[in-house]
């Protein structure tokens, strides 16, 4: 990752409680290392609940919620896993609009684990190829996306992985994604 400057990227990250420690902290860390700006945006005001697997860990503050993010004031999104997390978050209208919004104007999204399933309930799933957790394989499948069980998954500005081993390569690729978005929106200034 080294040489990859995220120069102030705005990186929207979409959470509720119960996510997956792992997805979140490493590839923020990843994130934050290489210049960008991270925002955990949440349904709900104050600090949500990490777990690893099905134990509670640590929380993190939410910067923002989902009420006052506005997709335009970011440059691309990161959705962890945990199927808690990803349940709860996919059945909230906003966080859909809001990756539906990232989507269309064309700002690159990395998804680990459980994370696809927001995507597929925005309707944004059809034509892509991508990876996920095992266990949502049939759901992305069904909706119209090439399921792959790759450690990493690239597709054009989507960026996938299936769990927290695979972090590392997610993150190489996320970096590399999001650091021609950032180069991209200096173009456009």
Not at 54 to 63: F, L
Not at 93 to 116: L, M, T, W
Not at 130 to 159: C, F, L, P
Request: glycine share 8%.
């Amino acid at each position: 990752m080294a040489g990859q400057n995220l120069n102030g990227l705005r990186v929207a990250i979409l959470a509720t409680n119960l996510f997956e420690e792992a997805e979140l902290f490493e590839p923020r860390k990843a994130l934050d290392q290489a210049g960008a700006k991270t925002f955990v945006i949440s349904p709900k005001p104050g600090e949500i609940q990490a777990v690893q697997h099905d134990k509670k860990t640590k929380t993190v503050k939410v910067d923002m919620t989902l009420d006052n993010a506005k997709p335009e004031d970011f440059d691309a999104v990161l959705l962890p896993g945990g199927a808690m997390n990803a349940d709860a978050l996919r059945m909230e209208r906003k966080a859909q609009d809001f990756v539906k919004k990232i989507d269309q104007e064309g700002k690159p999204i990395a998804v680990i684990c459980h994370g696809g399933w927001l995507l597929v309930s925005a309707g944004l799933i059809k034509g892509h190829t991508m990876t996920s957790y095992h266990t949502i394989q049939d759901d992305i499948r069904n909706s119209g996306a090439n399921w792959k069980d790759e450690e990493v998954v690239v597709d054009g500005k989507w960026v996938s992985s299936r769990q927290p081993s695979d972090i590392p390569a997610f993150n190489r690729e996320m970096i590399r994604v999001f650091s021609e978005q950032a180069v991209a929106g200096k173009k456009a200034a």
